[in-house]
T-cell receptor, first 113, second 112 residues
């Protein structure tokens, strides 16, 4: 992933639904990952998409459109503990010929009461 | 289950001093191992990765180096730290194929 864009910050209300978008430009696409990172902590894996469509995992869902270079992470029934940065990461073929993961700068989500 | 250990959690070092951060993975064999760096307000930057013992690939040329002396051990080093090396360093592992990265807890390095 040589160019990954996602909003810098978002704010949403507890109990609501929020969608975090990610667009990317790459060649040799081999999957898109979403990670959650709380302040001062390491990222933790949330979801993985390699084919077009929606992957659902509890309150979190992730969507991918390869033709549009677009993904989103959908968080339902927001809780205060969901306040964190959400990182979009694209796996593609690096210059050395191996597949590597490139991360976006992350979207800082603030959940307010 | 697999676990990844990274230490120390925090480190304060003077400019010009050496660095050694260690990372070990348990519960799996022949993992792909990675060192990332995350500066404040910036994305994760891949520094080094390794697909096997003694095999190190560097993504960004700088005053850091990495070594993999054993299958599940990955070490990040520097001979002389710079102020700009202050950052949050993360070790990660994954299996081959499309498996996700799993991160260690990270080391917050401050160079003074």
């Amino acid at each position: 992933g040589q160019n990954i864009d996602q909003p810098t910050e978002m704010t949403a209300t507890e109990g609501a639904i929020v969608q975090i978008n990610c667009t990317y430009q790459t060649s040799g696409f081999n999957g898109l990952f979403w990670y959650q990172q709380h302040a001062g902590e390491a990222p933790t894996f949330l979801s993985y998409n390699v084919l077009d469509g929606l992957e659902e995992k509890g309150r979190f869902s992730s969507f991918l459109s390869r033709s549009k270079g677009y993904s989103y992470l959908l968080l339902k029934e927001l809780q205060m503990k969901d306040s964190a940065s959400y990182l979009c990461a694209v796996r593609d073929r690096s210059g050395a010929g191996s597949y590597q993961l490139t991360f976006g700068k992350g979207t800082k989500l603030s959940v307010i009461p | 289950s697999q676990t990844i250990h990274q230490w120390p959690a925090t480190l304060v070092q003077p400019v010009g001093s050496p660095l050694s951060l260690e990372c070990t993975v348990e519960g799996t064999s022949n993992p792909n191992l990675y060192w990332y760096r995350q500066a404040a307000g910036r994305g994760l930057q891949l520094l080094f990765y390794s697909v096997g013992i003694g095999q190190i690939s560097s993504e960004v040329p700088q005053n850091l180096s990495a070594s993999r002396p054993q299958d599940r051990q990955f070490i990040l080093s520097s001979k002389k730290l710079l102020l700009s090396d202050s950052s949050f360093y993360l070790c990660a592992w994954r299996r081959s194929g499309n498996s996700p990265l799993h991160f260690g807890n990270g080391t917050r390095l401050t160079v003074t």
